[in-house]
């Protein structure tokens, strides 16, 4: 994935020389040069709301307290999608769900809102009981019919 990462950034974002007489103009895609993407990566985001969807048993603080971040965190905008499969594989990690899934809700500015959609394990199993009210179970028979 980090290959075709690099190779996109390489064809797209590397000053192409145009064709004309003028050799020494630089045409960049999109009216971006290499040098203001990579600063674009190195902005600093705040993290805004953290919501939890799906936890109905679990405490939310037992969820937040897993995440490597927390409401008011400042982290670089070229490592956001790192530390949310890190918050995935943490929270995963209790043993409490069985599907996890942290994304970005909405992104105003420089702050972004975390959404964490739970999908918690079953505590108890369903299990059929029975026991038989005799001393054993030939004793019922002769006796029941």
Known sequence: MRILRVLVWLFFLIPIRSFSQDTTQVAEPSGFSLSDSIMHDQLPIII????LYGNRRTK????????????????????LP???????????????????TVSVASKMGNVVNIRVDLKERWYFFPLPYFRLVDRNFNQWWVDQH
């Open 60 to 79: 939310g603080f037992i969820v937040r307290r897993e995440l490597p971040f927390h409401k008011g965190s400042k982290l670089i905008q070229g490592k």
């Open 82 to 100: 790192e530390e949310l499969e890190k918050a995935r594989e943490q929270v995963m990690n209790t043993l409490l769900f069985v599907d996890v």
């Open 48 to 51: 805004g709301d953290i919501t």
